[in-house]
C-alpha cells in the first residue's frame, strides 16, 4: 500500500486580497504549483506553504524564483523539458505530460465470401490504448523516451477527465506500474472521495489539485481522503458449546 500521497494544489489565480486570512485556506497543501506570471516571490512568501512548484518558468526571466522554487515544470514535451534540463542542470525539471485514450478506429473486414457478411472491426490495439495529446507518440513510447532522456518524475494530466470531472484516470497507474519513475497524476478531481480512490491504489507519489477544488472541499478533507486505509483483522467466527451441555469422556 501506497505511503500518504503528496498533495499539491494548482495555483490558478491569487485572491483579490493578499492577506494572511485570505492565504489561509491554503494551509496543509505539500505544495503550489504556480505560473510566474500570476504571482510573486514576495507574495508566495506570504503564504502558509512552504514548497513552490513552478509551472512555465524562463530561469532566466523567473531568476527570482532559483531560490525558492524546488521544482520546474515544462507542459512543452520531453525534448524540450529536456532541453532546460541541459540548459539549467542545476533545477529540477519535470515534465508535463497531456494524454489521452486512443481514438477508435474502424477498419473494413473485405470482402465477404459466399453468403458471409462484410463489417467494420475496431484497431482493438486502440481501445486501451494512451497516446499524448497533439501527437501519435503511445504512453509506452513516452515513457520510453523519459526513461532515455533521464526523468524520475513525471506529471501525467488527463485533459478528458478533468473536463468530466468523474475521478482521475486512475487506469494511467497500470501503464506506469513497475517503472522507476514518480508519478504525479492531475485532471478530474473533484471532491474528496476521487483521492479515497486514488489512495487505495499503488503507483502515484503526488496528486495536483485545481485550487477551485482545493477551497470547496478544504484541505484538511483532502488530505485525510489520501491517508491509506489500514488494513482490519479479518473476524474469525469462533463457536461456544452451550452451559450446561455435558462432556464426553
Known sequence: MNETIKLYIDLQRLPDETSADAFAWMAGADALVIEPCRCTVEQFESMPVETAVLLNGDPVLDAPWQETAGQWICDRGLEATARLQDLHPALQWIPRLSVSRAQVSYRFSGPAF???FSFYMPDTAAIQGWREEGSD????ELLSRA???GFADLWLHSPEAASSKSGLALELL???QGGP???WLSGGVADARHLR????LDGATTVVV????AQQCSLAALREALIPETPRPEAVPVTFAPRGTALEH
Open 114 to 116: 459466399g453468403e458471409g
Open 174 to 176: 497500470d501503464k506506469t
Open 137 to 140: 507518440r503511445s504512453l509506452g
Open 210 to 213: 485545481d485550487e477551485a477544488v
Open 181 to 183: 519513475w514518480a508519478i
Open 147 to 149: 526513461t532515455e532522456l
Open 197 to 200: 480512490n486514488l489512495a487505495r
